[in-house]
């Protein structure tokens, strides 16, 4: 098991023929995920290494049974690339792309929950199932198949991670990557959820950032109904408030969303916390031998 | 993206929001023409910088006098203005805006802004106007009126209702405030605001409602579809390396740190200043390079760190799909362009690592390698104290 993405996902990807939709359609086909499908509109009828491209997801899903997807299309076209692959049926998707306006997001973000759509992103890493399939631009070689869970609203930092666990010879269930925009598909609290219900998964690594108050609520979430222990970094203890740091989200508004408020509150409600970023393998590693 | 006090007004009064007469100026002869043009027998001088706090800064003065408008408006251009959010540089101030004076019998506070929690925009009202909204927040909660609007949907009159009523607005000015808030919350979506702030928001004695100041900041990520909106960034307002910056598409922020940080991604890069903190040293800057750093963008990495003279730099890099040989090329040729002449230390980390420190070890430059985070922080610390070199 594991969450949202295993090897039967039937992947199709949006902006297939873009340089980042091609470059990472390849490597998804190295780790062995079944890429079914491209979308690119007016390049219908081509192929990218075998791979069919059509001009419509309606179509790609109706010729290639295609269920997830990876949205690679540039950010001005992402609200309609999402409601298109909603339109379609398709219940996974994955929108990797940074720069996606807010009131966009307030617009897709509630029609996917009503038509049932696991949305994950924009402005993320993507999801990997170690072993199984990858949906996103994750180096796969830094993973391996296990039984500890990694939810983080970073990229670079989630890898850097997954690399100590990896060299500690601890694997991973599932990585999911959920973004760093105010307005995400899935927050933690959703990924919290599947974990503590997948049996596959022994443990949790959650990774946040300054801004916002989603680890606050991540922390009482996990001290009510998680049994399994997860081990917390917060990004973000150097920051100055009022400045956007990089991520769209990372940002300390009127005072809130401080690292500080955010560790002592994971801490207050009993959750590890790795004091460095290079720290979160050999934390969840003490953890893991005592359970 | 921030812009000017002058720039939000004239956004909000094309929604059909009521601003008070006003003009801007650049010098004390326009500012006193600017107030002979307004008319009346009270104005007001107001220094336009990115910054709030400026009435207790000096930067908003009312005058009785078209010599006073002089006098006032010469006080403050050219002159550094130091207000709470400036720090103790100040900001120059480069353009003041002269308004008409008004009489007053309310000030009130109306704000929108997105809440994440509940994905909705929230409209904040108080009747404690001219005061910071976070101090009413702390001290007395129960005076800010929020209305949470569900955006596909848009503000209803109910909302506008709660918040007449709620402040105590009646008749006509009620007639005024139910026009004004539509006003701006149409200003907010379709302009794609991040935050609207009108504080104060006046009621005069002769029955007006009108926004006495005015705060707008944009969602960056929107900019591309409001040209309007972009062509009103004052660069002025803005750090000279931020600026450079940006034009090469780098996240870039100036601390006042000695230890200068290269990162790919805004996580990594933030976590890299976390561990340089923990082990004693001081981040020169946030810098993340993106995920498809190439040689140019590299180069003018390092050209935009070390024109902040740090101590030591050090660059962390994860170079999961791009590959850590081509990452050290770029490094080499960037470092012998800008003529380094601070300790490097690089940590590298990915595919082609070896082949990439192979690179990094034959270059002849003052690199000290690092292979984990917690062994580079720690060494860039101890290479800007100059206990260890290259």
Redo the contacts between chains.
Sequence with gaps: MAIFLDETARVLVQGITGSAGSFHTRQMVQYGTKVVAGVTPGKGGTQLDGIPVFNTVREAVKETGANATAIFVPAPFCKDAMLEAIDAGIKLIVCITEGVPVLDMLAVKPIADREGVRLIGPNCPGIISPGKAKIGIMPGHIHMPGHVGVVSRSGTLTYEAVDQLTKLGIGQSTCIGIGGDPIQGTGFIECLEAFEADNDTEAVVLIGEIGGQQEEKAAEWISKKMTKPVVAFIAGQTAPPGRRMGHAGAIIAGGKGTAKEKIECLKAHGIEVAPTPADIGITMARVLKKV | MKIHEYQAKAILASFGVDIPKGELATTPEEAKRAAQRIGGSVWVVKAQVHAGGRGKGGGIKVCRSLDEVFAKAQAMLGNKLVTPQTGPQGKLVRKVYVEEGLDIARELYLGLI?D??T???VLMASSEGGME??EVAARSPEKILKEYI???VGIQPFHIRNICFGLGLEGEVAKKAHRFIEGVYRAF?EK?A?LVEINPLVVTKEGGFLALDAKMNF????L??HKDVLELRDFDEEEPLEVQASKYDL?Y?K?DGDIGNL????????????????FGGE?AN?L?VG?SADREKVRAAFEIILADKPKAILVNI?G??MKCDIIADGIVEAAKNVKLDVPLVVRL???NVELGRKILAESGLPIIPAE???EA?EKVVKAARGEIRP
């Design positions: 997105l994440r929690e994905r909705k925009i909204i976070e569900d955006f596909l979506v794609d991040s969602d960056d990520n929107a591309y579809r996240s922020i601390l990162v790919n991604g805004a996580g990594l890069a933030m976590a890299t200043m976390d561990i340089i903190k923990y981040p946030f993340d995920g994860f999961g799909i980390q990915g595919t984990t985070m917690k922080a």
